[in-house]
Structures are given as C-alpha cells and as structure tokens.
C-alpha cells in the first residue's frame, strides 16, 4: 500500500518529528525544572502502586520507637545515657540479627555515663551500627578519628569516576566514649528542590575517605558483609559481598517507598524497657532504633507521608537493599527509543486522520504507555520516565489536532455553503463528517438524474399577471425542492421554469434511482394537492413532466474560480435524462425513465417495491447525441391508476 502524502502533510510530520528530536535531546541533558515535575509523576505511581499491589510488611525489620507513650513514660528527650544504654542492652537481651541505632552522640553527658553507655556498644559490635552525623558546615581540617577511619569503604575501583559523589565538609564532633565499637553510617539526606526525600546517598565523600549511609553499613551487617568487602565500582554501583546495588553516577539509589507510617512492625521503647514487648518479634531480625515523637523533630518529606519519621527512612532502604527491591531504571537508550517510535509514528499518521480520528490513535497509544509505565513500575520494579514520552506525545497531538480542528472547522464551512443550497442538512452533515465524499475538484460517478418542467410554461406566463406568476412558481419550486431535500437528493439548479436534481453524489447512495423514482411520484402526488389548492382559490392549473435517467456523469464544482462556482452533474447521462424529459408531452404521462435507470431499479428494488408502481414500456427512441436507441418507460403509482 503507497502513502500520498501532500507538501502540508511533509511539512506537519517534519514538525512533528522536531518536536521528538527536541524531546530526546531534552532528556539526556534533564533540566531540573523537568526533573521536579517527573518526580512528582513518580510520587502517583507509588501511591498507585499501593492501591494495585501493596508491598507486603516484611518479617525481618523492625522498628523500636521512641514514641509519645515511651516520652510519657521515661520524660522527654533526650534521655539520660543511663536510660538509652538500658534500651539497648535490653535490645540486644532479645537477640536481634543487627541494630541501628539512628541516634546521634554530639554532646557529653558525663564522661562516667558516656563510657558505661560505650562498653555496651563494644560489648556488642559485631551486632551493631551507630549514625554519625555529617554536613556542609566550614571545613572541619582535623584528621578524622580513629573510630570513624574504622568505617571507611576501602575498596575503589575506579577513583576517576567518583566527582559527582556527594561532598561533605564536616563531621560533627561526637562523644569518643561512646563511639567504642561497631560500624558507623551516615544519615545525610539531602531532600529534592520540593522538600520531598527520594533518594539515598550509599556513600559520601568526606576528606577524600568514602563513607557508608547507616543503611548500607547495617544491610552489610545483616548479610556477614564486613566493611572490608564492601566495594564502590565507580559511577555504576556498590557491591555488598558478591552483591551489585546499581547506582547513578552520584552514588545514590532511588528510594522504593513502601508506604506510610505503620509499614514496618513498630515495637515501643516502653515496651522493651519494661519488658513487656514479645523478645521474639526482635529475636533475628534487623532492628532500627530511632525517635518518631512529634518533639524530637526527627521527620522528612516523603510520596506517602508529609511527616516521616527519619527512622522509617532508614528502615526502607535497608528493606530495598536486603531484599533487592530496587527500582532500576530502564536504560537511556530504551527511553530515546520509546520517544522516537511514538513520536514517529503520530508525526506520520496524524496528518492523514481526521481530528477524531487522531484523538482515538493518540489516546491509545499514550494509554498502552501509560499501562505499560504503570505495569513496569509496579509488577518489575522498573522506573521508566514518563514525562518526555508524554510531553513528546501530547504535544504532537495538541499541535495537530489544533491544526486539524481549525483546518476541519474551515473545510465544514466551506462545505455548508457550497451544499446547503444543494442538498438537505441531513446529507451537508455527512458530507461534514466524511469530507472526501464531496470531491469538489472532479469526479465520475453513477448518478441517476431528474428533470422537472412545467409544460405550457410560456402560454401561461404570458396569460397572468407577473404577480401571480411568481406567487405560484415560488410556491411550486419550494414544494418541489422540499420533496427533492427529503428523499436526500442533490438540487442543482432551476432554469426558468425547470428543476434539475440527482441522486448518487456528493454522497454514496447505493439505491440512487430508487430514490430518485421515489422523489418523482411524491412530486407527482404533491402537484397534484397543490392543482386541488389552486382550482379552489380560483387560480390557473399548470402541469408538469419528469424524466429520469441513470449512468455515469462528471460530478464537481464548476464554474469560474474567480466569479461563481457550481456544484453540479455534466455529460451524456445528464442530457439524456433532460431530452427524456421532454418526450413526456408527447406519451402524454407525467414521469417517464430510460431503460438504464429501469434496469438499475431492478437491481436495487425489493419485489414488493414494483408492486406499487406501475411501470410500461412506451417505446424504443432514437434520441440525438445516441447511437443506439433507448428505450423509455412510463412509471405512475398504482393509486393513480
């Protein structure tokens, strides 16, 4: 199959694929503006996610909080270290897998105090990872200290690659009493432009030494990774032992949110102080110790929550590592992909749809999108961006469907005033709808054409007063064009006294005679109301001929572009059918046909059609312009006879 297209059609999809150019470009160098907005698309499709199919709780993390009731309990915070080494050792009393303790030692309480709290630590360090905090404060130059050294990630393999890492100045002095065992993690978390947290930084760059996230060192811990064998593979990932957590070039993973508050198992401090908590729900699982109080101001943004608890920050992205529920994002190359095909594919097919037409190609090739970036997400745990091949796809189709909407809405106009003078409104609308029926620059088809004339016209013009004349033409011709307008026919023209109309064009009309014979005997009928109407007021009786005929005319707007222009039906067929007409005088009968609309009503009528009507070979003529005779027929309804 050839595709026409026309110079404004290349010239559209040349448009149309600027825009996807422009669209793939923008998406390999993202402004931030479009990153915002892509990842608050992102944030719908967690919450939608949830809805379709809500993760289920894990059975290996939990929370230890320290909740209004433990404030309530135990005084406000922070609390004594008395009363935070008894937490933990009653933690550990109940044989957790590992603890992170999301809490950071700033300030010394007393060094008696402190050091208790610190052998408690050491005494369980294999089981444990502590926060240390850093941030952007005026570059703290002191060597850092042995405790923190400890910590460090010292497998690199490929320093040149590591710009982009997140670059902290300072470590906030800690309490050196209390940081006496166990891994160190940081808890940076720098939000996104709108305040909302989604990603996780596995490690930082601080004094050119690379630190773990508390997520990462106690997702090591909780896999019997020592810090030794935790890798960084330049810009593309971290390895946990023999594991490959994919990262972007900045070493971050995009969080998978889970869900609200209430996601993991939440155990109350109070509870495990007192004794009251189950030591089996603690009992091998990855334990997370942190604050979720209102007072301790601990709370982050997030797609599901407008005030998360930090702690619940922490304990997800352990879950994401631990349990590979990673979202990995589908390769550049694949997005460039998507944008092209769709793009393509609406630049070359929307020029030759109707507006419509192009609304329904559109939506459902950005719904299998949409379905398709909903099912990766949610079903795979893949991010595909959404914004550039939506934005690329609504703004080809908004841009041709504007242009195809005015371009319509002038095409409709320019239809309604060349054929609501033609034909009914019934048949100017589907002209409307399907546009390239009308065919305006020319065309043949199989037409059947009526010729109406009012015999005696001249005597009896010539024997009344113009008045009157006008009145009764004027009163005949809106009769006459009305029934044409109802059996769906194409009013040509009147030429004094004559009315020319045919069937099959501008629209398809299969049973064109039939229509056409149907409109002559209901002329018939009519004129002969209108002669009773007239007898009765006193006024002269006229009479008229019809004839029709059937073949194959030139059908077009002719005429002078520049002066006037008509829609109208030239040739053979049409010349037949007007000297037709005239043979009605001598026969004597009002309707006569030629053999070829016979014929054609033969193949289009139903048996029962014919038997009301009465149709009569008159004779074989001989008419000029035809070398063979043709035959005509009389045709009068049954009641008339």
């Known amino acids: 199959m050839k595709f026409k297209f026309s110079k404004r059609i290349h010239v559209l999809s040349l448009l149309g694929l600027l825009l996807t150019f422009f ?118 130059t002191s060597f850092p200290p042995d405790f923190l050294l400890d910590s460090a990630i010292l497998k690199v393999r490929d320093y040149s690659s590591l710009g982009n890492t997140l670059r902290v100045t300072n470590f906030k002095k800690a309490v050196e009493n209390i940081y006496t065992g166990g891994m160190i993690g940081h808890v940076l978390s720098p939000p996104d432009l709108d305040g909302k947290l989604r990603w996780e930084h596995l490690y930082i760059n601080y004094q050119d030494e690379f630190y773990p996230s508390l997520a990462l060192a106690t997702s090591a811990k909780a896999m019997n990774v020592p810090i030794e064998e935790i890798t960084i593979y330049g810009n593309y990932g971290v390895g946990i032992g023999d594991t490959l957590v994919p990262t972007d070039p900045s070493g971050r993973i995009r969080i998978n949110h ?27 699982k990855v334990t997370i110790l942190g604050t979720t109080a209102i007072s301790t101001f601990d709370f982050m943004v997030t797609p599901f929550l407008s005030r998360a608890p930090a702690v619940e920050k922490n304990a997800t992205v352990i879950e ?9 994002a ?18 070359f097919l929307l020029p030759k749809l109707r507006a419509a037409g192009g609304i329904i190609l559109s939506t459902s090739i950005i ?60 048949i100017v609308e589907q002209l409307i709808k399907n546009p390239e029926m009308a065919r305006l620059g020319g065309t043949r088809k199989e037409v059947t054409v009526l010729f109406s004339d009012i015999q005696g016209f001249t005597t009896f013009s010539e024997s009344r007063d113009p008045e009157e004349v006008v009145s009764m033409l004027n009163e005949y011709f809106k009769v006459m064009s009305d029934i044409i307008f109802h059996w769906d026919g194409t009013l040509d023209k009147f030429v004094g006294d004559e009315i020319m109309a045919f069937w099959g064009a501008p629209t398809e009309q299969p049973n064109h005679a039939e229509l056409a014979l149907s409109c002559a005997l209901d002329m018939s009928d009519q004129l002969d109301k209108l002669r009773a109407q007239w007898q009765a007021g006193g006024k002269a009786q006229i009479d008229c001929g019809i004839g029709l005929n059937t073949g194959v005319a030139l ?40 053999e070829f609309t016979q014929s054609k009503l033969a193949e289009t009528c139903a048996r029962k059609d014919f038997e009301q009507i009465i149709i009569k070979e008159e004779d074989t003529v001989k008419v000029k312009g035809k070398a063979q005779a043709v035959t005509i027929y009389s045709v009068m309804s049954a009641a008339q006879d």
């Not at 060094?111 to 050491?122: F, R, V």
């Not at 889970?258 to 091998?284: M, T």
């Not at 994401?320 to 990995?328: D, W």
């Not at 222009?565 to 043979?583: F, P």
């Open 555 to 594: 059908i077009g707007n002719i005429g002078s572009p520049d002066k006037m222009m008509d829609y109208t039906a030239i040739g053979d067929t049409i010349n037949l059918g007007a000297r037709v007409e005239a043979m009605t005088r001598k026969y004597e009968t009002r309707i006569l046909i030629t």
């Open 258 to 284: 889970l869900g609200g508050k209430g996601f993991f198992l939440h155990l109350s401090a109070a509870d495990i102080i007192s004794g009251e908590a189950d030591p089996s729900l603690l009992a091998g």
């Open 330 to 347: 589908v390769p550049l190359s694949i997005l460039i992909l998507i944008i092209i095909t769709t793009g393509t594919c609406l630049s």
């Open 23 to 140: 669209s793939c470009v923008l998406s390999i160098h993202s402004p931030q503006l479009i990153e915002t907005s892509e990842s608050l698309l992102l944030d719908y499709r967690f919450l939608l996610r949830n809805i379709i199919a809500p993760p289920a709780q894990p059975e290996d993390i939990v929370i230890v909080e320290i909740d209004e009731r433990s404030l309530e309990k135990y005084g406000r915070w922070p609390w004594s270290r008395e009363l935070q080494g008894q937490l933990i050792e009653k933690i550990f009393d109940c044989s957790p897998a590992v603890l992170a303790v999301d809490i950071f030692y700033s300030e010394v309480e007393s060094e008696e105090n402190d050091k208790k709290l610190g052998k408690i630590i050491a005494a369980n360090s294999e089981k444990i990872v502590l926060a240390g905090a850093f941030d952007f404060a005026k570059e703290n």
């Open 320 to 328: 994401n590592l631990l349990h590979s529920r990673l979202i990995r």
């Open 367 to 426: 719904l299998l999108f949409v379905i398709l970036n909903v099912y990766l997400f949610t079903f795979e745990g893949k991010y595909l961006n959404f914004f550039y091949p939506f934005a690329n796809m609504a703004i080809i189709t908004l841009f041709f469907g504007g242009y195809k909407y005015f371009n319509e809405e002038k095409k409709s106009k320019e239809l309604k005033r060349i054929f609501s003078s033609y034909v009914s409104p019934k």
